[in-house]
């Protein structure tokens, strides 16, 4: 089949890169080895050329070190059953019961992130930076433990965030070097997280400015974080991107749970890639402002969890209008008040794509499943004329004028650059370290010549085109929602402004996860989660990665 890959990866048409500055060869003496046998990959996008990071100047553990010296490794073996794999109420029930506390949290994940970062043959390169503030603020969670009860579930909580999403006391980078000392302020959705008492532990690993930047690059990669890796195949699997280091760190039980951002498959892609509960919202649900875009059009953060009630608890927390992101909404709905005792697929309505279940045995098991479970089965053919014409045009026209908005609104005054010009130039000076792979979509952004007209007349077409890929079966047979594995059509369901949650349904025969997406009309977020919630209860398919146990 004729797969319809739809993350920003698979829509790119990529071409052999034909700038001698991006073709020398980039390596060190100790990696010299390994990327030498990365080239026999049959994957030419897991062809590294780098897989550390350049400009990484300290292990991002170091400020912890005297507190990690007295966590010892039989305090981390007595609470690793206790908190791996743990949902969120789970893990607060054992601190209300006495049996660790909110600093032990933080300690246990620090240790655990060293424990396998530190490791050269293990680590995934998914952590590039660590809230110094962290354990302190931990203690004081612990301080406050008695008046937990009027408090969100996400309070105490340590939690990742993509390293394009603004974070007070550390770097917000978007993986680019010219960024590398952007001290940009909270963004809202953190500031939200903050406000319920979650704890920033620290900021991921991402494909470099939201895998839109290099043509033929390899998913995961960024010049500041270097090349994420996939825990369930080092080096052999793809991380899935752009929210690469979200996926792997939640994967590997790096923290409780972790925040991406999508355009268009960049959450859907690495929670299938890394067995996870990824949720992509409709536009609006969670505010962008303070968050490095691609496409004010499409963009938007979501949670990505090990569980679908974390992935409710984390939606919930950031939910929030914001009067500085026009496409803000007050939510209608708790998110944690999600039915997880009587919600049922009796009655319930999917489509399902012909494509798939004649031609992928792991979404027809998942199918017949949901069958077996009472749900009700339309199998159907997206109509041809559904197409995603001058797609690119969009992301590229939305990145030349979104991006000079962050950078002069928030990122820090540090910032010289201000154009997608000027960040060209900038790696220009050191293609070798800036962009080994190439820069070939931020040069052909600078070229790009659609008049604000012409763009207006291209996103109302795509949008129309994208409901027409869901909605002559959706209307046709009432469906609760389209069934599509991992982000085959997430880029469908992005110019349609579908929200997408994407949940494991099993393994490939090498071992390679992939995952059952459930695709809906806007604001269907609570609905979503209550069909993934079945979904993972009567399946339970999700393992951890064997090396990462």
């Known amino acids: 089949m004729r797969k319809i ?17 991006t073709n020398v060869e980039v390596k060190t003496e100790t990696e010299s ?3 030498t046998l990365q080239q026999e990959h049959e994957n030419p996008r897991m062809r590294f050329k780098l897989i550390q990071p350049r400009y990484r100047k300290n292990s991002p553990w170091n400020v912890f070190a005297g507190d990690l010296e007295n966590f010892s490794q039989s305090k ?95 770097p917000t980078t978007a993986g680019a070097v010219v960024l590398e000392n952007n001290r940009a302020k909270d963004a809202f959705i953190v500031e939200k997280l903050k406000e ?76 299938g890639q890394n067995s996870i509960v990824g949720l992509k919202p409709t536009v609006g649900l969670l505010s962008r402002s303070g968050i490095v875009p691609i496409s004010t059009t499409l963009d938007t953060p979501g949670p990505m969890t090990k569980s679908v009630v974390d992935n409710a608890i984390l939606l919930d927390a950031m939910s929030g209008k914001d009067s500085t992101d026009a496409a803000s909404i007050t939510s209608q709905e708790e998110f944690i008040k999600i039915d997880t005792s009587s919600v049922t697929f009796t009655g ?56 000079p908005a962050y950078l002069s609104n928030y990122a820090s005054k540090n910032i010289t650059v201000k154009s997608i010009n000027d960040i060209v130039e900038f790696n220009l000076k050191d293609v070798y370290n800036r962009a080994p792979y190439n820069q070939k979509i931020f040069e052909n952004i600078i070229n790009e010549t659609t008049t604000t007209e012409q763009l207006s007349e291209i996103k109302i077409n795509l949008e129309l085109k ?39 349904m099993g393994y490939k025969a090498s071992g390679e996860p992939v995952n059952l997406t459930f695709v809906a009309k806007p604001f269907n977020e609570k609905k979503l989660l209550e069909l993934g ?17």
Not at 14 to 21: A, D, E, G, L, M
Not at 83 to 103: D, M, P, R, V
Request: with cysteine; hydrophobic share 40%; aromatic share 12%.
């Open 5 to 21: 890959f739809i993350a920003l990866s698979f829509l790119i048409v990529v071409i052999s890169c034909k700038n001698p500055n």
């Open 33 to 35: 080895k390994e990327i």
């Open 76 to 170: 981390y073996n007595k609470l690793k059953p206790l908190i791996i794999e743990k949902n969120i109420y789970q893990i607060q029930a054992f601190i209300e019961a006495g049996q660790f506390t909110y600093a032990d949290l933080v300690l246990f994940y620090l240790y655990r992130i060293k424990k396998f970062e530190a490791d050269k043959n293990l680590s995934l390169n998914t952590i590039i930076a660590l809230n110094p503030q962290a354990l302190k603020q931990a203690r004081e969670c612990d301080a406050n433990l008695s008046k937990k009860d009027s408090i969100h579930p996400v309070f105490g909580m340590p939690i990742l965030v993509k390293d394009n999403i603004g974070t007070t006391g550390m």
């Open 196 to 271: 319920k008492g979650a704890i920033i532990l620290g900021k991921v690993n991402l494909s470099e400015w939201a895998y839109y930047f290099c043509e033929d690059c390899p998913l995961g990669y960024s010049a500041i974080g270097g090349q994420t890796l996939n825990p369930y195949g080092r080096k052999i699997f793809e991380t899935g991107g752009s929210s690469s280091g979200s996926g792997v760190a939640v994967a590997a039980n790096y923290a409780v749970a972790a925040v991406g951002t999508e355009t268009a498959g960049s959450i859907l892609s690495p929670s």
């Open 348 to 403: 319930k309505r999917f489509g399902v794509f012909n494509s798939l279940i004649e031609e992928d045995s792991i979404y027809n098991k998942a199918v017949e499943k949901i069958k077996q479970l009472g749900g009700e089965i339309y199998i159907f053919d997206p109509p041809a004329e559904a197409t995603l014409d001058n797609f690119l045009t969009l992301l590229n026209v939305d990145m030349k004028n979104d991006l």
């Open 466 to 504: 994208g409901r027409l890929f869901f909605d002559e079966a959706i209307n046709t047979h009432n469906l609760d929602a389209i069934l599509s594995v991992n982000n085959y059509h997430a880029a469908f369901a992005a110019v349609a402004k579908y929200p997408c949650i994407t949940v494991p």
């Open 533 to 549: 919630y079945i979904f993972e209860k009567a399946t339970q398919v999700r393992k951890q990665p064997e090396d990462y146990k």
